[in-house]
């Protein structure tokens, strides 16, 4: 899998999340990823985004490092010509430039497609914007939650809106453009032609509405906020807690598994009752159903009752916190560790979750990098810029370096 792109060269012109997120999966399948961070602003915002708990005296922050792995840094001040030629050069020697600037910013800056394609023909301009080239709006995840209707779904019933406690909007737009990249980079390899491709933060939103979206257009039905419960289907989603006060959640899918279901709890006779005994009725029931199941679950203990779930092929889980979720193996396969260039130790976490064929293995990155940590190495070494000129570009501020 490290071998997929590894001759591919990006150029990130993205902060925050959604945009920093593709660049981190491209490094993950091997390309060269340059992360241009504004010298104006101190580079990347999230740098400086942290919890209590973290050194408030580095610029990795836990936030900045969730999508900065396998990059290196280069700080620029766009505003000066000089700069400006920097990303040009780049811009030559590169197969993909990432950008999420809204509607109009690229092209004040100098750095919108029509004018980065006259330094490259072949060139693939991945753009990430809120609203799509027709709103100039910048897009925040937690406004895309609430305007494409997640927001307004969650939380408990009779409850207000909640917004969702990851940046998911941001996640599934970079998903869209991480798709539309790799089939730009196959066109591409058939026609040799560059291409411009766009996601927004919004479409990308609703349309992963899925089954919601389709009980309103289907169903003519304005979903509410049901907590954890599932509109369709019953018991899927709800959260019980057995004898030991540990909370689980079922996703029971067919009558068939209700009937196990029932089985397991030592109420047989429930999914005989035909106010229970198909779907469709315990979904008008559910109300009725649900304080019956917590009685039963709340008679034993979490561990036995999965166990036991399992065996019968019943689909149920536990809810765990965090550190409960990184005891799982399966989550610690997307584990890296490394070392800072100051010599911190750091972990972070695979954003690519599938594999190639059963031979391929994980590349290993590079710890996130320190704001402007790459900055001469990259004139130096992919521009040829002499030390004397590199010098000079940083007495002028073009350029920053940390010394």
């Known amino acids: 899998m490290n071998q997929l792109l590894n001759d591919i060269r990006v150029l990130e012109l993205a902060n925050v999340l959604a945009g920093p997120s593709v660049g981190m999966a491209l490094a993950e399948l091997g390309a060269r990823v340059v992360k241009v961070e504004n010298l104006l602003t101190l580079g990347d915002v999230t740098r400086t985004w942290k919890l209590p708990s973290e050194d408030p005296d580095t610029n990795i922050s836990g936030y900045f490092s969730c999508v900065n792995w396998g990059k290196k840094s280069l700080a ?21 430039v990432l950008v999420s600037y809204k509607p109009g910013d690229a092209e004040k800056l100098k750095v919108d497609y029509n004018t980065l394609k006259q330094y490259n023909k072949s060139l693939i301009y991945a753009h990430l914007t809120g609203y799509g080239l027709k709103n100039e709006r910048a897009g925040y995840d937690a406004i895309i939650q609430a305007e494409s209707g997640f927001t307004y779904m969650n939380g408990e019933q009779g409850g207000k809106p909640v917004k969702m406690p990851v940046a998911l909007m941001d996640i ?16 591409r390899f058939r026609k040799g032609e560059g291409t411009y491709i766009e996601a927004s933060l919004i479409k990308s939103g609703v349309a992963a509405l899925a089954n919601q979206a389709t009980n309103w257009l ?12 599932h509109p369709n289907i019953v018991p899927y989603g709800r959260i019980f807690y057995t004898r030991d006060e540990k909370p ?51 008679q034993i203990d979490r561990d036995p009752f999965l166990n036991e779930l399992a065996r019968r092929r019943i689909p149920a889980g536990g809810v765990y916190n965090m550190q409960e979720v990184f005891d799982q193996p399966e989550a610690q396969e997307l584990v890296m560790s490394g070392t800072t260039s100051a010599g911190t130790p750091i972990k972070g976490l695979r954003t690519v979750a599938f594999s190639y064929n059963e031979n391929s293995k994980p590349l290993e990155l590079a710890a996130p990098p320190y704001y402007g940590e790459h900055t001469i190495q990259i ?12 010098e000079g570009l940083i007495n002028k501020n073009v350029v920053y370096a940390p010394r």
């Not at 599934?172 to 066109?187: D, P, R, S, T, Y």
């Open 379 to 390: 004139l130096k070494e992919t521009l040829g810029f002499s030390n004397d000129c590199i």
């Open 76 to 96: 620029i001040d766009l505003n000066k010509p000089e700069g400006l030629d920097i990303v040009y050069r780049l811009t030559e020697v590169s197969d993909i």
């Open 218 to 229: 289907v169903g003519n039905s304005i979903p509410q906020r049901m907590g954890s419960d």
């Open 248 to 298: 689980v959640v079922l996703a029971v899918g067919s009558d068939k598994q209700f009937a196990e279901l029932c089985s397991i709890l030592g109420k047989p006779e429930l999914a005989q009752d035909p106010k229970y005994s198909t779907n469709f009725n315990r979904v008008k029931n559910r109300n009725e159903i649900y304080p019956i199941l917590q009685d039963l679950v709340a």
């Open 172 to 187: 599934l737009a970079g998903h869209q453009l991480k798709e539309a990249i790799l089939l730009a980079l196959l066109n």
